[in-house]
């Protein structure tokens, strides 16, 4: 493609007033020879917008750059077909963050346009990638309970054809087994309304029903998997869009329970899952005897909430409490229904279902440590009543039901994690070039044929990862989207929306990944990494790296891009230590550019150099939250904004240092067990590789002060300007880089 640049200036927002705009232009036309650069005072205006499309249309303009606003906001109005673009960013953090007419000021707006017009002229068009086979815009729903069934029919009135795989012999997953649910709002009990459910499945022509099947294999990615599955000793195939994972819970397992709540002692003791068995039947009758229940103690958090069994709350027990006691107190008013609590956790309208229960007589008890106890054939709970200060015994009780907690199918079968852990001990790499294996578990739920693993990476606890703030359905595999208690425990009503929910992002997934788009979170990016394999050595850095399991490997160990999984995060990019994987606009030898176009004054002028490496997912926008602000930071700064820390290529702090710069700040998210990167382990990679840098500073003879990393969230905007500071400071005393003038 032959460029033709053009380079827009607004000169509204402060950033006339600022700045010298005639020598701004003078970067663009004088040292980049750029043979179009005009100046607008409102660029954002329908007639700013006009003046582009014009050039574009007339002039053949086709290389663009506008220096205005942050690139996180207008870039709807900034948004023309088939043009290259740039965003300088002079408003937020330069004019809004930097005394008005100052020289400081008016040096930082001319490196800034000298790395986009850099950045410009090392672009290329991007090419929406189109695998080789059909693309299919089928969702695979895995599970058949409440979240499935619901996920289902709302994906075929979207118009979507769906495969729904349950494990079990019939459609309805645990709720089938539920006599009375809580309506919603939670007002009062309803009888199960599950086979309404299962009926509207059955007779709509787009949902294809496998029951007493499993998914055998899923290979592929968004738009082209290929899922096998295996129903009565018979395999099909199937090509799919996306997955909605739905493969619910289980009961934690009430034999692993302390003693002293009495699982086992007497058949009178049950499980919540137990009782509703029970209720199931139209009695609620003692397992010993069958005789009709007078007395039954409801004991909650059995085992939940406790390191030692589930860490968690299980969010549905309480409610399941005071259905089950309300259950007791309809079929007999006079029989007395205890709960012994810890927090009694009803929010909301939850409230209301809360007062239903004190209404019907039920009795609470808060204690945190309660003891079953059987006495002969009597059966007892003794409990320090917290709100009495007095210990009560609660006797001749006929049932006592314990609230055990809801573990994801997720978290059954072999752990992985443990596994892989071993493995890499045993290899004896050097530790601190391993990143901590994903807590994965072979649950038999998807059999995924990815080299990073059968199933979907997990938190500590067994549940789908997904970025906690941002993506709540997402996992680490793209296109397959965990929903229901699988995902976090949730009851009836919830498990609903959230399977309207994983739907509409599996929608959206087919949807971008058809035009050739990335999913999330670079919703619509048309880029995707791009292999020169002749200098591939095998070293498998970028297959392990991935955050995503977007690589996999032939029999030699060469990597095989998976393009429809890739988040075009450039994790891969910054991994690969022979610099063989780039995109159209992002890569090594174009940042390293842009680094080397800063202008790095003499050290007579008393004027240092800082580079912030920012990630573009919160660094930089808390970056931005300061110009918002009017808040000021230190003028020896020029950021470039990453796609995120994770690409980060050692190569760029050399390039940095012996360019004459003084020092590298890295800001990316907060890594660890909670963690916020976009990109799951990209910060903590950075930080990774970043142990390594000493080395580069010894052979430049550099000290180590001069590289720092940091992590930020956008709420912590206000604490930069100070964290600015103390790095500059810190240079300062170092002195000025030895490299200055080369």
């Keep these: 493609m032959d460029k033709k ?301 406790d390191r030692k069994h589930l860490p968690y709350c299980s969010s549905v027990c309480c409610f399941t409490a005071l259905k089950q006691a309300i259950e007791v107190k309809r079929q007999d008013p006079k029989a007395n229904a205890y709960v012994v609590y810890k927090e009694m956790r009803t929010p909301g309208q939850g409230e209301d279902f809360y007062r239903k229960a004190q209404e019907a007589g039920v009795i609470f008890i808060r204690s945190q440590d309660p003891e079953v106890a059987l006495r002969g054939e009597e059966l007892t709970v003794q409990a320090y009543d917290e709100l009495l200060g007095d210990t009560v015994v609660l006797g001749s009780l006929d049932m006592v039901v314990l609230a055990t907690g809801m573990v994801p199918t997720t978290a059954l079968g072999e752990d992985l994690k443990a596994k892989l852990e071993q493995e890499q001990k045993k290899e004896g790499e050097p530790e601190v070039e391993l990143l901590r294996p994903d807590y994965m578990y072979a649950s038999d739920v998807l059999n995924l044929k990815y080299r990073q693993g059968p199933e979907l990476p997990a938190l500590t606890y067994g549940f789908p990862d997904s970025h906690f703030i941002c993506f709540p359905y997402e996992s680490r595999r793209t296109g397959i989207y965990p929903a229901g208690p699988v995902r976090r425990p949730m009851g009836v009503a919830s498990s609903s929306e959230d399977a309207a929910g994983a739907v509409m992002k599996a929608i959206q997934c087919i949807e971008l990944t058809s035009k050739g788009q990335a999913v999330h979170p670079r919703v619509g990016d048309e880029t995707y990494p791009e292999f020169f394999m002749q200098r591939c050595t095998q070293c498998k850095r970028c297959t392990e790296e991935c955050p995503f399991g977007a690589i996999n490997e032939d029999e030699k160990g060469n990597p095989l891009p998976q393009t429809t999984r890739c988040r075009r995060c450039g994790v891969c990019m910054g991994a690969c230590p022979e610099r063989i994987i780039s995109f159209k606009n992002y890569s090594v030898g174009m940042v390293g550019d842009m680094i080397k176009s800063i202008n790095v004054p003499d050290e007579y002028d008393e004027k240092p150099r800082i580079l912030l490496l920012a990630c573009e997912n919160d660094a930089y926008p808390a970056l931005d939250m300061i110009g918002l602000r009017r808040m000021n930071y230190n ?8 796609r995120c820390l994770g690409s980060l290529n050692l190569i760029w702090i050399a390039d940095t240092l012996s360019k004459g710069i003084d020092g590298v700040m890295l800001l990316g998210c907060k890594h660890g067990d909670n963690y916020q990167c976009h990109f799951i382990k990209g910060s903590e990679l950075a930080d990774i590789r970043l142990s390594k840098v000493k080395e580069t500073l010894d052979r430049l003879v550099l000290e180590s002060d001069r590289v720092r990393f940091d992590t930020v969230s956008i709420t912590d905007y206000d604490k930069l300007p100070a964290l600015l500071d103390a790095f500059a400071a810190r240079l300062e005393e170092v002195g000025p880089n030895p490299y200055k003038g080369f």
């Design 5 to 305: 640049l053009a380079v827009y200036i607004c000169t509204g927002c402060g950033i006339g007033d600022a700045l010298d705009i005639d020598q701004l232009s003078g970067v663009a036309t004088d040292d980049f020879k750029v043979p179009i650069c005009k100046t607008h005072e409102n660029l954002c205006s329908k007639e700013g917008a006009e003046l582009i499309k014009g050039d574009i249309a007339n002039e053949g303009a086709n290389g663009i750059v506008i220096a205005a606003c942050s690139p996180r906001v207008m870039y709807d109005v900034f948004s023309f077909d088939n043009v290259l673009m740039e965003r300088v960013n002079l408003r937020e953090q330069v004019v809004w963050v930097q005394p008005a007419g100052e020289e400081d000021t008016q040096m930082m707006a001319e490196d800034y346009m000298r790395m986009g017009l850099t950045k410009m002229k090392a672009m290329a068009p991007s090419v929406p990638f189109q695998p080789e086979q059909e693309m299919s815009r089928d969702i695979l729903v895995v599970g058949g309970g409440v979240t499935g069934l619901t996920a289902s029919l709302e994906a075929a009135k979207a118009g979507y054809n769906v495969v729904l795989v349950e494990k079990q012999d019939q459609l309805g997953g645990f709720q089938k087994n539920v006599a009375m649910r809580v309506s919603y709002p939670y007002k009062d009990l309803q009888k199960n309304d599950l086979d309404q459910l299962i009926e509207a499945v059955r007779k709509e022509e787009k949902i294809k029903v496998y029951t007493g099947a499993k998914v055998e294999s899923l290979e592929g990615g968004p738009c082209v998997f290929k899922a096998t599955i295996k129903e009565n000793g018979s395999s099909a195939d199937h090509n799919i869009g996306a997955v909605v994972q739905a493969a619910g819970w289980q009961p934690y397992d009430p034999g692993k329970l302390d003693p002293k709540l009495g699982y086992g002692a007497s058949p009178n003791v049950v499980t919540n899952v137990q009782f509703e068995e029970i209720a199931k039947s139209g009695k609620i009758t003692k397992p010993s005897d069958g005789g009709f229940v007078k007395s039954v103690a409801f004991l909650q958090c059995a085992g939940q909430r």
């Design 635 to 642: 003028a020896w700064v020029r950021v470039l904004s990453v």
